[in-house]
């Protein structure tokens, strides 16, 4: 029921799911059992799902009457809203019933439901939102983008980790090189958290790069080469995140009034799309909880539901658990 | 001195600026004679400079052996280098031997050369780093850019009031609208230091219009209207500069590779370049000190000279004076 184009574009986007993965996975749809029912009617009849037409019994409705708005609080949604498709979708995870959770919905609530239901692995306090970014060379995973403000060293260090698990497991990555956001690529650069976080990096037991900075960030790699995550606080990460979604649209704008092909901008800008690249994982939470854009599309629910599986797959929230321990007695 | 193209690119930006500059203005040179008298020769003999080849007399070079290099650290360099051209040129205003500095050189020593010459205003810690931001409407005041990290709520009210003075003076805007960078428009969405700064700026005599996000940056306004002034820390202020200086060259690479005429776009883009918006001003200190990009090209150093002639025409700093002290009572 959550996203700004429910449940029409999260419906189609689990049916494209369907036509691209294989046989044996299935789709649990959480929400009011009515309006999902008749979106799902509507959509089998278009040709785009004719190929999973026949295979409805590889999708499931479970009712969940309540309905989180955009605009709710999170945590009163969470206490106040115990059938949302938030919870009820969640528990069904808890429970053993599935194996991953996706949600287009409100953030703030999707990631207190997580907390509450999964639960967080020992020694965080709060899950990091991890986003990828689009670069000149492979695409940069970086985290916190949201989750989390005013963030402790310690933290920082654990976002680190976080993000490492996140490029071995659902990006392939090997070995991944993690850089930490600063103002300049000295160790003394930067605000108190980053300078302690930059110390405690070098000996966390993971391929640290060292500070990167802003411009790092388009370029996917600063001198000392290819960038895999970027680990700043949810302040920074935000901020960044949501200005690098709205220059893109600004410079199309400027490149068209000079006469550019919109058509041939767009589709060399595709790589610049959130929906080509899925959904955010909550990182922290004791299992896999998907986090997707607001305004996704049928393909971004998609591509969130195959990180989902890839997560599964990967055994992600294990390698996430086992990497959080060996920090307990590093720093 | 200073800046990756020196001194070539500083002299030839003083000769662009004389020739466009009232003929009342006139330059000073700092740095070492010799070369920036070769320098300067040289240039002479190009055409482009004909039209102030007659005009000598409104140049004069004043002798700086020292060099601060780019890699050198501020305090250092300003304890042990006192006859830079950086401390000269600023000791040339603080004595009324002139009225605005500009410099492309080491922007950390330009800080602290400026609070050590040219001293700060009451009730200021360091001063601020301002920086236009190109946006789809008219071009933004981000403030701080780099100086100030780690920032008290009441900092930030001061980088609101300098943001204001700045958009008055130099920009020309009537009762400007200053935005606070946040992660929501909601007052208690952001860290700490945002959430208190967001209650003071609403008595602070300026016209606050609530919190901004990053997205709102490159829109140039968010949902209440045009934004003149943003204000965050200068970390944040820093990384999304530096992004922001990266992400037009990618972008401009891929649609490149999709056969777009690169001079097409470099027109259609040219408002995105930092050499069209002139240097940063300091601000806080008593004085006009601009910062250039290391960067800077000839048209840079004219632009920035333009901003320090515009700020002593407009007398900003008596404006940040002032609007700084009426801040003492109320915050």
Redesign the interface.
């Known amino acids: 029921m959550g996203g700004d184009f429910a449940p029409r574009a999260t419906v189609a986007g689990a049916l494209l799911a369907l036509c691209e993965l294989d046989s044996n996975h299935t789709i649990q749809l959480v929400g009011q059992t009515t309006v999902i029912r008749s979106q799902l009617d509507a959509l089998l009849t278009e040709r785009e799902f004719a190929p999973v037409r026949a295979q409805r019994e590889r999708l499931s409705i479970i009712e969940a009457p309540d309905v989180i708005e955009m605009t709710d609080k999170p945590s009163a949604a969470v206490r106040g809203k115990p059938n949302s498709s938030m919870i009820v979708g969640l528990k069904l995870q808890a429970d053993g019933e599935s194996d991953a959770f996706v949600s287009a919905g409100n953030t703030g609530a999707q990631m207190a439901a997580s907390m509450v239901v999964l639960r967080l692995h020992a020694g965080l306090k709060r899950p990091a939102i991890a986003t990828l970014f689009p ?2 060379l492979k695409p940069v995973v970086v985290l916190d983008s ?1 989750a989390n ?2 963030c402790s060293p310690d933290e920082l260090v654990q976002f680190a980790r976080l993000g490492a698990v996140y490029a071995e497991d659902i990006l392939g990555r090997d070995n991944p090189a993690v850089g930490l ?3 300049g690529e000295e160790p003394e650069k ?3 958290a ?1 300078k302690e976080a930059h110390q405690l990096l070098q000996s966390a037991g993971i391929r640290f790069i060292g500070n990167v ?7 996917g790699a600063c001198d000392r080469g290819p960038i895999d995550v970027v680990v ?5 990460g ?14 199309m ?3 068209g ?4 092909d919109q058509q ?2 767009a ?3 595709r ?2 799309d959130y929906s080509e690249h899925g959904g955010a994982p909550l990182l922290g939470v004791k299992g896999i909880s998907i986090i997707s854009h607001g305004k996704s599309s049928p393909r971004a629910i998609m591509n969130a539901l195959k990180v989902g599986v890839r997560a599964v797959e990967t055994r992600m929230d294990e390698h996430v658990g086992r990497r959080l321990q060996e920090g307990v007695g590093a720093v």
Chains 1, 2 share one sequence.
Request: proline fraction near 4%; include cysteine.
């Open positions: 670069t000149s949201g403000v005013d956001m600063s103002i930067g605000n108190a980053v900075e802003g411009r790092d960030l388009p370029n700043c606080d949810g302040f920074v935000n901020v960044v995140l949501k200005f690098y979604e709205s220059i893109a649209p600004f410079i704008r400027l490149l009034e000079a006469g550019v041939i901008m589709k060399a800008l790589q610049l």
